[in-house]
T-cell receptor, first 111, second 113 residues
């Protein structure tokens, strides 16, 4: 069974601060996706990383896939209240049949 | 372009009743996945279907739960004789192929009284 551990589970910071969310596993994933979920809604895709060592940037968000494709991180620069939400990482198994989700990081950015 | 559509958005059932959850994938997507999210937990895979075929149902409870994706029409997740523990948000996702990026619907929130 492939497992993804996300940390931290909860994060409360002030506007303008930087933060990093981690997603770790002992298993190799063929690709890894980051989603953001608002209360009462479904997860919305932020990025997909496929290649070990890959770095992708989306405005103030930087995503990295570990060289061994077992871990990933999401770094947010100068967080804003609009970044508040639940961030989920999810890895594809080798067959691509399913996504294994981490437990999520609930971020609150205070103005 | 319409994304994944799910209905109903909210469903209330009494113990012992049946729940039917519908999912229409993104146009052009032939792969559908169902996930369940219990309160304060992450999403857990239930079943993966292609048109008229169940490909992987390793996450489905053995009893009372079934899923289909007919040639025409939406995918259906059916829960018979619901119990309180079935209360959760059920999300459908679709993709063009596998492995491929999965796009999620808004979910159906099932409450069992």
């Amino acid at each position: 069974t492939q497992l993804l551990e996300q940390s931290p589970q909860f994060l409360s910071i002030q506007e303008g601060e930087n933060l990093t969310v981690y997603c770790n596993s002992s298993s190799v994933f063929s690709s890894l996706q980051w989603y953001r979920q608002e209360p009462g809604e479904g997860p919305v895709l932020l990025v997909t990383v496929v290649t070990g060592g890959e770095v992708k940037k989306l405005k103030r968000l930087t995503f990295q896939f570990g060289d061994a494709r077992k871990d990933s991180s999401l770094h947010i620069t100068a967080a804003q209240p609009g970044d508040t939400g639940l961030y989920l990482c999810a890895g594809h198994n080798n067959a691509g049949n399913m996504l294994t989700f981490g437990g999520g990081t609930r971020l609150m950015v205070k103005p | 372009n319409a994304g994944v559509m799910q209905n109903p958005r909210h469903l209330v059932r009494r113990r012992g009743q049946e729940a039917r959850l519908r999912c229409s994938p993104v146009k052009g997507h032939s792969h559908v996945y169902w996930y369940r999210q219990l309160p304060e937990e992450g999403l857990k895979f239930m079943v993966y279907l292609q048109k008229e075929n169940i490909i992987d149902e390793s996450g489905m409870p053995k009893e009372r739960f079934s899923a289909e994706f007919p040639k025409e029409g939406p995918s259906i997740l059916r829960i018979q004789q619901v119990v309180r523990g079935d209360s959760a948000a059920y999300f459908c996702a679709s993709s063009r192929g596998a492995p491929d990026t999965q796009y999620f619907g808004p979910g159906t929130r099932l409450t069992v009284l």
